[in-house]
Nanobody, 115 residues
Framework: QVQLVESGGGLGQPGGSLRLSCAAS????????MGWYRQAPGKERDLVAV???????RYADSVKGRFTISRDNAKNTVYLQMNSLKPEDTANYYC?????????WGKGTLVTVSS
């Protein structure tokens, strides 16, 4: 089994920044893609950003130029640096990791952007 622990959510100011982290632990021999998804109240869960094992990245159009995804393979950790926050970024953010044994989701961390 693989466990994912997310951290870094909370209250952010419009125009401000927050940084999310997701650390994977457990029975991991290799991690492929790592990513972040978000789900606002009453909406579907959508991709925010994903990074492959070799560093290729993909972003949702709504966050391009504002959010940056990165990973530390030695620590099995993925990060999401969120800058220029907007109220519409408010959502529960979920980490997703694809390993050789399956797809795993974190429990989510709430990000609220409000003044």
């Amino acid at each position: 089994q693989v466990q994912l622990v997310e951290s870094g959510g909370g209250l952010g100011q419009p125009g401000g920044s927050l940084r999310l982290s997701c650390a994977a632990s457990g029975s991991i021999s290799s991690i492929n893609a790592m990513g972040w998804y978000r789900q606002a109240p009453g909406k579907e869960r959508d991709l925010v950003a994903v990074i492959t094992s070799v560093g290729f990245t993909r972003y949702a159009d709504s966050v391009k130029g504002r959010f940056t995804i990165s990973r530390d393979n030695a620590k099995n950790t993925v990060y999401l640096q969120m800058n220029s926050l907007k109220p519409e970024d408010t959502a529960n953010y979920y980490c997703r990791v694809i390993t050789d044994t399956g797809i795993y989701w974190g429990k989510g961390t709430l990000v609220t952007v409000s003044s």
